[in-house]
């Protein structure tokens, strides 16, 4: 039999007021906890509670607990401790990410399963806290609530867009959609109003007279999909092009429709239905940059910053050339929370972004672990120029009159001087960033570099 607790926190009775924005604290958030330790079960939920979640909570021990309860009961997260009997490596990590499905996963690590955080990415972990940090938790889960409320937007945006392309058959009689007839070369012959507006025109014949061959609007030469057909069917493989409106502006459509045909089998010309796709490619271009961007800050999230650390080993290991990571963390936090407030606490960490931003090249990733953690990749880069950027941030921090007054820490290491595997880099940043604020007494801005 599975061991099974139901923990019911109540909410602050003030979120349920009209126009609340938190979603989290409008219902009971349902999670699953495998994990055989119930002290750290009740730190967690401890830790959720602080942040206002109203939490329904049941507990397995293991995989096959696990497995049942996701069969009987749905599930807003999943929260698993790693590293765990009941998966070990690669392959019990991947059928836990099975077992869960779509459901955002979360791992409790030891600071064993912290070097293994590439590992976790990459078999779908949606985040991690270490057993140490507990408090990250809520906001953890809040950043793997609204990446899942960001993935179903785009999956949605996506299948209405496979829905229009199904709808060009009744196209003609809708006037939303942009519909020509064109010959060989591209130049348009025939055209609705649809099409006129969606590029801008006043009339018909304004818009054919502005498609001639030496500059049409709609170059066949740089569409050769279009060539692409069946030989049953002469279906025009779906393609998408840019456009350039009447007024100089960009339009993205999607085209669809069918190739024209002489006796001889020569192509003569096609029918085409164009659909404007413009702001859908916008907003899968924000929701794209919302994913792998720090919603505070506005720098690369955790998730990005990994990312960007696999393709620079990999760039390292083909050029032999080196490349740094400087972490870093904004001292004192806490206490500004506590005594100016958690706005001045936001603020103080976007100051810090602001700095880290203007320091970083075109070239270079600057990103928000969490918290406040910072870091900095910097492509190749030695550990001594990155030691010199290390100390123009922390000196541009000391400049920065504005109060509350704040003060940063940093760690460097380089690849693969200081390590060769992802976790192991990270873990190295982190011990020479502590290392660094061990330091007594309080050091000087010139030694906040370790």
């Known amino acids: 039999m599975s061991s099974m607790t139901q ?15 938190d979603s989290h604290r409008s219902r009971p958030l349902h999670i699953l906890f495998v994990h055989r330790q119930a002290d750290t079960v009740q730190c967690c939920l401890q830790e959720l509670k602080k942040a206002q979640f109203v939490v329904s909570a049941d507990t397995a021990l293991d995989l096959a607990q696990c497995t049942k309860q996701l069969r009987s009961q749905s599930y807003d997260v999943v929260v698993a401790e790693y590293p765990s009997p009941s998966w070990k490596g690669s392959q019990g990590l991947q059928f836990l990410r099975q077992t869960v499905e779509d459901i955002p996963l979360l791992f409790v690590t030891t600071s064993k399963g912290k070097e293994s955080i590439a590992e976790l990415t990459a078999h779908g972990a949606f985040d991690y ?30 299948r209405a867009l496979r829905h229009s392309q199904s709808l060009y058959h009744a ?41 001639h061959p030496s500059d049409g609007v709609f170059n066949l030469g740089t569409c050769s999909a279009l060539a692409g057909r069946s030989s049953e069917t002469m279906r025009i493989n779906p393609m998408e092009i840019e456009w350039k409106r009447k007024n100089g502006t960009t339009l993205k459509a999607k085209l669809s429709g069918r190739g024209i045909y002489d006796e001889h089998g020569d192509c003569v010309g096609h029918e085409i239905i164009a659909v404007d796709i413009t702001e859908q490619r916008t907003l899968e271009e924000q929701l794209r940059h919302q994913a792998s961007s720090d919603s505070l800050t506005g720098l690369a999230n955790h998730r990005r910053f990994f990312d960007v650390l696999h393709a620079e080993i990999s760039r390292s290991q083909r050029t032999m050339r080196e490349f740094s990571l400087v972490l870093l963390d904004l001292d004192g936090l806490k206490e500004i929370n506590d005594r100016y407030g958690h706005l001045a606490g936001d603020r103080a960490l976007c100051r810090l972004a602001h700095i880290l931003a203007d320091c970083c090249r075109a070239v270079d990733t600057a990103a928000r672990q969490g918290g406040d953690e910072f870091a900095l990749v910097l492509p190749e880069t030695g550990m001594a120029a990155a030691k010199l950027v290390g100390h123009r941030i922390c000196g541009l921090v000391a400049n920065d009159e504005e109060e509350p007054r704040i003060s940063v820490s940093a760690g460097v290491v380089s690849y693969p001087k200081d390590a060769v595997t992802i976790g192991t880099l990270v873990h190295a940043a982190d011990r020479a960033l502590y290392a660094m604020k061990r330091k007594q007494p309080r050091p000087t801005w010139d030694d906040r570099i370790s």
Do not use: W
């Open 7 to 21: 923990n019911k926190i109540p909410s602050d009775p003030r979120d349920s007021r009209p126009g609340s924005t």
């Open 129 to 158: 806290v270490e057993g140490e940090h507990i408090a990250q938790l809520p906001m953890a889960v809040r950043r793997t609530l609204n990446e899942k409320k960001l993935r179903a937007e785009l999956e949605e945006a996506e």
């Open 171 to 211: 196209l003609v009689d809708n006037p939303s959609y942009g519909i020509f007839r064109c010959d060989a070369q591209g130049k348009f012959l025939n055209v609705n109003q649809a099409l006129v507006t969606m590029l801008g025109y006043a009339t018909k014949e304004e818009l054919l007279a502005a498609n």
